[in-house]
């Protein structure tokens, strides 16, 4: 099944200490979005890549940075993890990043633990 | 800002019953509004998407509503089962961007 696939499910880091979640698709999307998501929040979204085009939020803090080498995989790079830092990233795919047609399709999250 | 509000408290409902949640925007007009199941500890799950122009959208026992007056969608599950305790999240794509905005969501519980 085409699906979106999320790498580990949990990680646990140590404050200051650098941390690589992967995500990777089977849809042959061209969107592929990383979002936050915090107890009981909504999930917030860091940045997105429309094929090799980066999309940065404008409150997305320095110490977030994302990696897309092909289609099928993007990486989230946090380089000095902080407490506030602990929640789950959620890797999610569109084949368009507007209009109606950008439903996304959400892969099970990596829940992180900052120690 | 442009907001998407739900209503943080969970719902209770018993099995059979509808339940309806909902989903209030502030300071923007939404072009379409889209509704996602999440479950503990897992990735949101695509449910609806109804337009501006659409009055109501139906799928099995899922109906959406969309008021551009009250600035409001309204989602409905009838005759509800356990099966379907699970956060409801309302999002919709901010006017200009490419942004998908989420709500916090609404935690659903059906009791048998």
């Known amino acids: 099944d085409a699906m979106v696939i999320q790498n580990p499910r949990y990680q646990v880091t140590q404050f200051g200490k650098p941390v690589t979640l992967s995500c990777s698709q089977t849809l042959n999307h061209n969107v592929m979005y990383w979002y936050q998501q915090k107890s009981s929040q909504a999930p917030k979204l860091l940045f997105h890549y429309y094929d090799k085009d980066f999309n940065n939020e404008a409150d997305t803090p320095d110490n977030f940075q994302s990696r897309r080498p092909n289609t099928s995989f993007c990486f989230l790079d946090i380089r000095s993890p902080g407490l506030g830092d602990a929640a789950m990233y959620l890797c999610?795919?569109?084949?368009?990043?507007?209009?109606?047609?950008?439903?996304?399709?959400f892969g099970p999250g990596t829940r992180l633990t900052v120690l | 800002s442009q907001k998407i509000e739900q209503n943080s408290e969970a719902l209770n409902i018993q099995e059979g019953k509808t339940a309806t949640l909902t989903c209030n925007y502030t300071?923007?007009?939404?072009?379409?509004l889209q509704w996602y199941r999440q479950d503990p500890g897992r990735g949101p799950v695509f449910l609806l998407l109804i337009r501006e122009n659409e009055k109501e959208k139906r799928k099995e026992r899922l109906k959406v509503t969309f008021d551009t007056t009250l600035k409001q969608s309204l989602f409905h599950i009838t005759a509800s089962q356990p099966a379907d305790s699970a956060t409801y999240l309302c999002?919709?794509?901010?006017?200009?961007?490419?942004?998908?905005?989420f709500g916090a969501g609404t935690r659903l519980f059906v009791k048998a």
């Open positions: 999610a795919t569109s084949r368009t990043s507007g209009g109606a047609n950008n439903e996304q399709f």
């Open positions: 999002a919709s794509r901010d006017t200009g961007g490419f942004k998908t905005i």
């Open positions: 300071n923007y007009s939404p072009a379409y």
